[in-house]
């Protein structure tokens, strides 16, 4: 998932942003209505440079490696280490196979609840050896995978699994395995994990040192697919929308002439951007939360469990919040639960909501005041969330965040915020409550801790309203 999509997602927007963007100064690309569409150029550009690159890195994991003839499995360790093996003499021991069983959430909010089972099947030279063998070191994979949405019940949940592991048993039994082209050697992925866990699960034979293969029924120069063809069209028709969207605007006369000139372009995009991040006087908690956050984020991903969205037991390892475990003296999940993620996207869109309201609450609230209501209404929204939920795991930030946007919004209505602010962000405030609460009904985002946050939040700011409002006003007298 890194190599294939994170990676050239990333990579080209760093360039683009931090340099292609200040190029396009250049260009005048400011309409009458005053509105600018550099944000559009940037995007047009980045999909230019992303997308050939996904097709690339995918045209490139296939077509690397050559096709090796053996007669039979045990001359493989004889032979130059290869990805794609042909064998002409089998045996494949369905009665020793081991499976793994994994569950894991995706889709735009964990929409989908995914099941996945992992078989291996020892493969030998001959059946008589399969009888004496203690031990294999080549084994076949086979992988089964059902979805269904996540906001099921836990019993409904149960059921459909059950359905799921009756029809992979009984697939499994009718298929031959034997009826294959080639072997793929199975690399560092997300599958390859799911087989070497089912490896672990092996009690019949010993798999020290064991090298797992994927079988392909298609013939061994179909393996590429249309991708070339797919990366030279998305590269050339990247590069000939961009060339147009260049030439269509006139040129900034000023700003073409201090490039000529060599006039160096101050970067303020970046400079804006890390005085977001860094902690400042009035803004220190909030950086910090966010770095403690990112942090965690990334030891879990450092330790193998993910990158875009992490395991369920994983998660509960880590101190995720789940009512059989909390209530059963593991309080401490309520506030460690706050810190953790279940991937990439929900730890960007929470951190991207923190960054906000943090910029407003922490100046006005100060340090001490401003990471108690943090950790207040997080907890409350864990305790929301396990009242509410018999036997879900939840994790995030997003309980205290919408804490501190209650809290916000409490101070918008009793009018504590000077006018300008209150007109402007009133409105939005209640746009971004809404809708992430609408999105919670459609399944996979834990609304009881939104709304538990939310109305902790909330009350705590009808509280202060009175006193924050007082010195808001005695500071705008001294500045006047």
């Known amino acids: 998932m890194i190599v294939d999509f994170v990676i050239p997602l990333i990579f080209p927007a760093i360039p683009i942003i931090f340099y292609l963007r200040q190029r396009l100064k250049i260009l005048n690309l400011k309409a009458k209505n005053g509105k600018t569409y550099t944000d559009f150029y940037i995007f047009i550009l980045w999909l230019s440079f992303s997308v050939p690159t996904i097709i690339a890195q995918n045209y490139l994991k296939t077509a690397t490696g050559k096709l090796t003839q053996v007669e039979n499995v045990s001359a493989i360790s004889k032979q130059e280490q290869t990805k794609y093996y042909k064998i002409n003499r089998l045996f494949i021991d369905k009665s020793k196979a081991s499976s793994h069983t994994l569950f894991k959430l995706s889709g735009k909010n964990d929409t989908n609840f995914n099941m996945y089972l992992y078989v291996v099947v020892p493969v030998f030279d001959k059946k008589q050896e399969a009888s004496k063998a203690s031990s294999c070191k080549y084994w076949l994979g086979v992988r089964y995978h059902n979805q269904v949405s996540n906001s099921l019940s836990q019993s409904r949940k149960e059921s459909e699994y059950q359905t799921f592991a009756n029809f992979s048993e009984t697939e499994f039994n009718k298929t031959d395995l034997n009826d294959f082209?080639?072997?793929?050697?199975?690399?560092?992925?997300?599958?390859?994990?799911?087989?070497k866990e089912a490896l672990k699960n092996s009690t019949k034979l010993n798999t020290t040192d064991s090298t797992i293969f994927i079988a392909s029924k298609e013939p061994f120069e179909n393996r590429n697919?249309?991708?070339?063809?797919?990366?030279?069209?998305?590269?050339?028709?990247?590069?000939?929308?961009?060339?147009?969207?260049?030439?269509?605007?006139?040129?900034?006369?000023?700003?073409?002439?201090?490039?000529?000139?060599?006039?160096?372009?101050?970067?303020?995009?970046?400079?804006?951007?890390?005085?977001?991040?860094?902690?400042?006087?009035?803004?220190?908690?909030?950086?910090?939360?966010?770095?403690?956050?990112?942090?965690?984020?990334?030891?879990?991903?450092?330790?193998?469990?993910?990158?875009?969205?992490?395991?369920?037991?994983?998660?509960?390892?880590?101190?995720?919040?789940?009512?059989?475990?909390?209530?059963?003296?593991?309080?401490?999940?309520?506030?460690?639960?706050?810190?953790?993620?279940?991937?990439?996207?929900?730890?960007?869109?929470?951190?991207?909501?923190?960054?906000?309201?943090?910029?407003?609450?922490?100046?006005?609230?100060?340090?001490?005041?401003?990471?108690?209501?943090?950790?207040?209404?997080?907890?409350?929204?864990?305790?929301?969330?396990?009242?509410?939920?018999?036997?879900?795991?939840?994790?995030?930030?997003?309980?205290?965040?919408?804490?501190?946007?209650?809290?916000?919004?409490?101070?918008?209505?009793?009018?504590?915020?000077?006018?300008?602010?209150?007109?402007?962000?009133?409105?939005?405030?209640?746009?971004?409550?809404?809708?992430?609460?609408?999105?919670?009904?459609?399944?996979?985002?834990?609304?009881?801790?939104?709304?538990?946050?939310?109305?902790?939040?909330?009350?705590?700011?009808?509280?202060?309203?009175?006193?924050?409002?007082?010195?808001?006003?005695?500071?705008?007298?001294?500045?006047?």
Not at 267 to 283: A, M, Q, S, V
Not at 298 to 313: A, I, K, R
Not at 327 to 352: A, P
Not at 465 to 479: A, D, G, H, T
């Open 181 to 195: 082209v080639y072997l793929e050697r199975v690399g560092n992925s997300e599958s390859g994990d799911g087989y």
């Open 225 to 480: 697919g249309n991708s070339f063809l797919w990366f030279i069209c998305t590269l050339l028709g990247g590069i000939v929308i961009s060339l147009i969207a260049i030439l269509i605007p006139k040129f900034n006369q000023r700003e073409l002439k201090n490039l000529e000139s060599g006039k160096p372009q101050e970067n303020k995009d970046l400079k804006e951007f890390l005085e977001f991040i860094k902690p400042r006087e009035g803004y220190f908690v909030t950086p910090i939360l966010i770095y403690i956050n990112i942090a965690i984020f990334l030891v879990m991903f450092l330790s193998g469990l993910g990158f875009v969205s992490f395991g369920g037991q994983d998660l509960l390892n880590w101190g995720a919040n789940y009512q059989p475990y909390t209530t059963n003296g593991q309080w401490w999940r309520l506030i460690t639960s706050v810190f953790l993620h279940g991937g990439f996207m929900h730890l960007l869109s929470n951190m991207f909501g923190l960054l906000f309201v943090g910029l407003f609450l922490e100046p006005l609230l100060g340090r001490e005041k401003y990471l108690t209501i943090y950790l207040i209404t997080g907890t409350i929204a864990s305790l929301a969330s396990i009242w509410w939920h018999d036997a879900t795991i939840s994790v995030g930030a997003s309980g205290a965040i919408f804490g501190l946007y209650g809290l916000f919004l409490s101070l918008l209505l009793t009018k504590v915020f000077p006018p300008q602010i209150n007109n402007i962000f009133l409105v939005t405030t209640l746009i971004f409550i809404g809708y992430n609460l609408v999105m919670g009904l459609t399944g996979g985002i834990d609304n009881a801790a939104h709304i538990g946050g939310l109305i902790s939040g909330f009350v705590i700011g009808l509280f202060m309203s009175k006193s924050l409002k007082s010195e808001e006003q005695k500071i705008s007298k001294r500045n006047k």
